[in-house]
């Protein structure tokens, strides 16, 4: 009876509450035009309907105005948007029982960058930044009946070049794709500009919800639900409540906290003096024995629903709503015998972190919608991810993204969005990053998965290293380094410190340590590019483990189904135009060639040769992957560069634009797996790990270990009972390699181990290779297939009777998904491969091809 009574007066004030506040969204009816030049006849301007979210160049792509950016040489056909100024206008009615509310706000989420706007003759706002939201009171400008928005779009170019041609000097932005480098006078996406995987297109316009927003008596702005101290036994949490009070004189009223899980309600209640206009209340709430947030094979993702109520006269007059999870997260930076430590901790455990980093997925960036990140955080979980970090150069990232990762178990490290460039430190250009940060930290602090806050991107290490002292003077990098200093050792952390108070913050990635400098690695994050722009080979990155990678990656095209989107076949060549603007790297094409020279026999045509770069970057990757995962404790973690594309392009990614994965993101797969199994080869043997994330001991695990002839097949064959330990990595076994294969033999053998539980279950699988294919005697052979066809799904079936080394089956679908690929087919095994895709049709018989390393050479 006592939930029923509680339960009822929780639907009660609901109700009532329908009185007190109502919400208009804004964001259909919205028309947009190029602003007129002087000596063009206004009249004959073009208005167009506007998507909202969107941008100027979105819309002027659907609508056909613009050509496909992606295609061919596009790409320059674009730019000249970026220099024009643009106007977007709607109407919206207001009835004039509306306009009896106590205040009326326009809540503009986003503005993309800068903008005057206008309502019924009155300017209301002007923005200068692309990461703030915007509320304007305007019930005094409200009108019975129709009223008229209007926004001005200033071209991102026109606005900054006269603080170009002030400063004198060129900042060093080398991603900015024009010989003005404005991007670094802007608070706008980075990425925008381009990069060395990016388009650059400049876009302006609406790129987040618009509102408008009637309140009676009070409105709650904003609800921080503060973990103070957080374990198994205790929840200490402090209850932050932003308020606003239309009322004109002090009035008593109540706060009431609900708080839920698994549908048991609770509340605790407080009596409040609440003055006219602003009020800030904090209110302690202790919860014995909480459910604690896990990341993802942890535990569960346990969520609370907290729930704010501002009360007056027994009548619900304001209530917010915030969905987190209870855990403590630290950053481990301390000193031990190695130099300085490098790691997490979650709920008092240290976690190996094991994942990537995340770009903005479009270009077109307002393109990003619920299915997306659904879709996203899908190919996250898929790789047997447990952490992200979110790239400074991109943005803050949509509250659907921290959803996503809070419900999925994956933690978030946090950039704010500076990257890779000195920025400006005056007074103005820091009051809009305050506001920036201030916005952003209050924007996200609640959500679970936030796990880290970072100043930037490369900023420090381009400071002292990229030798931008060659082309400024002496005082202007004196002052670079100073701003620096202000921005992100004072302004941001303690920004950090006062708005959230619960995370960690560094000043910048890598803290330490880049690839150059190997002696340093034993302190802080790495961002190693020793492999890929240093030239070391694959095999080099187990003897140089950082302590925690934060960044490294190796490039590869994407598969040709995707090229077909952009490039005819007579443009299928490394030094076509076409293929060189998808290129964004300047030795990208070159490096991918120098290293496929080392490790593989050149492919007879472009097509293998694409297929052969997708298999040297995830057996590479994978390479470098599990030896830092081998390596933990002293290595914690590894974030490769980088998971996903912007646009269809060469680069580092894991998964292509059209949701292809590449060979590397099985290959991720595999050796993040919650209990992997890994092989090294040293000092004369074969150590077989391993490699665990369960914070429970694993036993009566069966070790099988077969010594396979690439074309008899099983030579020898040896099982081992093992156990896995919790959270760590561990040598189980270890083989003398000359006891089971001799010399002459290693090029024509390899080892096939796999991990089986006691039901006989197979956890993990493992194939090692004593040489790259180019020393090995690979076997011709033919692969045997069977398909089964039915809507939405073909099930393919694969045997060989030699070696299939790298097998890659291919279907003319963008996006499909395949249950496994790049497949090690053994003499004389036969495999199963779903694919699925709402595209395919059981009647169309869709061709499915296969490919393997033999047939290139």
Not at 4 to 33: D, K, R, Y
Not at 408 to 424: E, H, M, N, S, T
Not at 681 to 693: A, P
Request: proline share 4%.
């Amino acid at each position: 009876m006592r939930k029923i009574i509680i339960l009822l007066l929780f639907t009660i004030p609901t109700l009532l509450m329908a009185q007190q506040s109502e919400v208009l969204q804004l964001n259909e009816g919205w028309q947009f035009s190029q602003v007129a030049d002087t000596n063009q006849n206004k009249e004959n301007v073009s208005w167009y309907d506007a998507e909202v979210p969107g941008s100027v160049q979105r819309d002027l792509i659907r609508l056909g105005v613009l050509p496909d950016p992606y295609y061919g040489t596009n790409e320059k056909l674009i730019q000249w948007v970026e220099d024009k100024n643009w106007d977007f206008r709607k109407t919206f009615v207001v009835t004039a029982e509306q306009l009896q509310y106590d205040d009326a706000v326009i809540f503009f989420e986003g503005l993309d960058t800068h903008a005057d706007v206008f309502l019924n003759g009155s300017r209301i706002l002007q923005t200068e930044n692309m990461f703030i939201g915007h509320k304007v009171s305007v019930k005094n400008m409200l009108r019975e009946g129709e009223n008229k928005l209007y926004i001005r779009f200033y071209s991102p170019i026109e606005r900054m070049m006269p603080a170009r041609e002030s400063f004198g000097y060129e900042y060093p932005a080398g991603n900015d794709h024009r010989d003005e480098k404005l991007s670094v006078y802007n608070r706008k996406a980075p990425y925008h500009f381009g990069w060395d995987w990016g388009i650059r297109i400049v876009q302006m316009g609406i790129w987040k919800p618009v509102s408008l927003h009637l309140y009676n008596s009070a409105s709650i702005e904003d609800y921080y639900v503060k973990q103070v101290s957080i374990d198994s036994e205790l929840a200490e949490t402090e209850h932050q409540v932003e308020l606003f009070s239309y009322n004109e004189k002090q009035i008593e009223a109540t706060l009431s906290i609900e708080y839920s899980v698994d549908d048991n309600i609770n509340f605790i209640e407080e009596q409040v003096g609440l003055m006219p206009g602003w009020n800030n209340f904090s209110i302690p709430l202790k919860i014995n024995n909480p459910k604690l947030w896990m990341p993802v094979n942890w535990g569960d993702q346990n969520m609370y629903d907290f729930k704010v109520k501002l009360i007056v006269d027994n009548e619900v007059i304001a209530e917010k709503t915030v969905r987190t999870g209870l855990r403590s997260i630290r950053h481990i930076f301390e000193e031990d015998e190695h130099g300085k430590s490098y790691y997490f901790e979650v709920n008092g455990i240290p976690i190996f972190a094991k994942g990537s980093n995340y770009i903005p997925g479009e270009i077109l960036t307002t393109q990003q919608d619920e299915e997306y990140y659904e879709r996203f955080f899908d190919n996250l979980a898929g790789a047997n991810m447990n952490f992200v970090r979110v790239w400074g150069g991109g943005i803050y990232e949509n509250e659907e993204f921290y959803r996503q990762a809070d419900e999925r178990g994956i933690l978030v490290w946090q950039d704010f969005i500076f990257g890779c460039v000195a920025y400006p430190s005056d007074d103005n250009f820091l009051a809009n990053v305050r506001e920036e940060a201030i916005y952003n930290i209050k924007r996200l602090r609640n959500h679970p998965s936030l796990a880290y806050w970072c100043g930037n991107n490369e900023v420090w290490e381009g400071l002292n290293f990229w030798g931008w002292g060659k082309t400024v003077p002496k005082e202007i990098m004196d002052g670079w380094f100073k701003g620096y200093d202000l921005t992100f050792r004072e302004l941001l952390p303690s920004l950090v410190s006062e708005y959230d108070g619960t995370r960690d913050y560094v000043h910048g990635s890598p803290d330490v340590a880049n690839w150059g400098r190997p002696d340093l690695f034993n302190t802080g994050d790495v961002h190693d590019w020793g492999l890929w722009y240093g030239e070391l080979p694959f095999e080099a990155m187990a003897d140089r483990l950082p302590r925690f990678a934060s960044e490294f990656g190796f490039q590869s095209f994407p598969e040709m189904k995707t090229i077909k989107t952009f490039a005819k076949p007579d443009q299928w060549s490394l030094e076509s135009e076409v293929m060189t603007i998808h290129q964004k790297a300047s030795t990208g094409n070159s490096l991918i060639k120098k290293y496929m020279d080392m490790y593989y026999h050149e492919p007879k045509n472009f097509e293998d040769f694409v297929y052969i770069g997708l298999v040297m970057q995830g057996n590479g990757m994978e390479e470098s992957v599990e030896a830092m995962r081998r390596g933990r404790p002293y290595c914690m973690g590894a974030l490769y560069w980088q998971i996903n594309d912007s646009w269809p392009v060469v680069s580092w990614s894991s998964i292509d634009y059209y949701n292809n994965w590449k060979a590397q993101h099985y290959r991720m797969r595999d050796v993040f797996a919650p209990l992997a199994l890994g092989i090294e080869n040293k000092d004369g043997n074969l150590n077989f790990y391993t490699m665990s994330d369960y914070l429970e001991n694993r036993s009566d695990l069966i070790l099988t270990v077969q010594i396979v002839d690439f074309s008899d097949g099983v030579k020898q064959e040896f099982k081992d009972i093992v156990d896995a330990e919790a959270n760590s990595s561990k040598i189980v076994k270890t083989v003398k390699i000359s006891d089971i294969v001799g010399e002459s033999e290693k090029s024509h053998t390899m080892i096939h181990a796999y991990l089986r539980d006691s039901e006989g279950n197979i956890i993990s699988t493992k194939d090692y290779f004593f040489y790259w294919p180019n020393k090995l005697d690979l076997p011709e052979t033919e692969i045997e297939s069977s398909v089964s066809y039915k809507d939405g799904e073909y099930v393919v079936t694969l045997s060989s009777k030699k070696l299939a080394k790298d097998v890659f089956v291919e279907i003319p679908v963008l996006g499909a998904q395949f249950s496994d690929n790049f497949i090690d087919l053994l003499p004389g095994e036969e495999r199963t491969i779903v694919i699925t895709s709402p595209e395919l049709k059981g009647a169309d018989k869709t061709p499915v091809t296969f490919r393997h390393v033999r047939e290139t050479y």
